[in-house]
């Protein structure tokens, strides 16, 4: 379970959420939810935030010669939500992310899309230069509302093992 409360005083607590390098198990799935149904602006914000000038992604008659006949949603910004839909669930009490690779996209994204995300547990070991922590390795996916996975890939994070968060040194 991701959500403990932490009692701060009678009758007063605060929200507790995220895992410790202990509640990890190898072949664990979590489901990460809400899901989101993407937007033409956060599409056309992202894409632009972002300094994005392929006009695959906001120029509507561009897109409309091309293979898909409509803008893509900026693949960017699909990994940034499936990664975010992941924190509370994987790296709420993270100390670092140590790498990501693996990303692969495999098939298009559009707006009016819902996406979902998952991730499961690769390995772990415990950290031999920091005893507090360990390392647990993940593969995220995101999944459209329909079943279609349209992107995967792997996260490595140092996560502090129980009693060794930041929160738990309040």
Same mark, same amino acid.
């Given at each position: /379970?991701?959500?403990?409360?932490? =009692? ?6 605060? =929200?507790?959420?995220?895992? #410790? ?6 072949? $664990? %799935? #979590? =489901? ?11 599409? %056309?914000?992202? &894409?632009?935030? &972002?300094?994005? &000038?392929?006009? +695959?992604?906001? $120029?509507?008659? #561009? ?5 898909? @006949? ?8 699909? +990994?940034? /939500?499936?990664?975010? /839909? ?12 140590? @790498?990501? &690779? ?18 499961? %547990?690769?390995?772990?070991? =415990? ?6 922590? @360990? ?11 329909? @079943?279609?996975?349209?992107?995967? #890939? ?14 738990? +040194?309040?």
């Amino acid at each position: /379970m991701t959500y403990r409360p932490k =009692e701060i005083s009678s009758n007063r607590y605060r =929200e507790d959420i995220g895992r #410790y390098f202990e509640d990890f198990q190898v072949g $664990d %799935v #979590y =489901e990460h939810r809400p899901g989101r149904t993407i937007t033409e602006t956060d599409n %056309v914000w992202f &894409t632009q935030l &972002t300094m994005n &000038t392929h006009p +695959l992604h906001f $120029d509507e008659a #561009y897109a409309a010669k091309s293979e898909f @006949g409509k803008p893509l949603v900026n693949s960017c910004l699909t +990994l940034s /939500m499936v990664a975010g /839909m992941s924190v509370s669930d994987t790296s709420q009490k993270a100390v670092a992310n140590l @790498g990501w &690779t693996d990303i692969k996209l495999t098939a298009p994204v559009f707006v009016g899309d819902t996406i979902y995300a998952e991730s499961e %547990v690769l390995e772990k070991r =415990e950290s031999k230069s920091r005893p507090t922590q @360990g390392i647990v390795t993940i593969r995220s996916k995101g999944i459209k509302a329909n @079943g279609t996975q349209f992107m995967s #890939y792997i996260r490595t994070m140092l996560v502090p093992k129980k009693g060794n968060a930041i929160e738990d +040194l309040d």
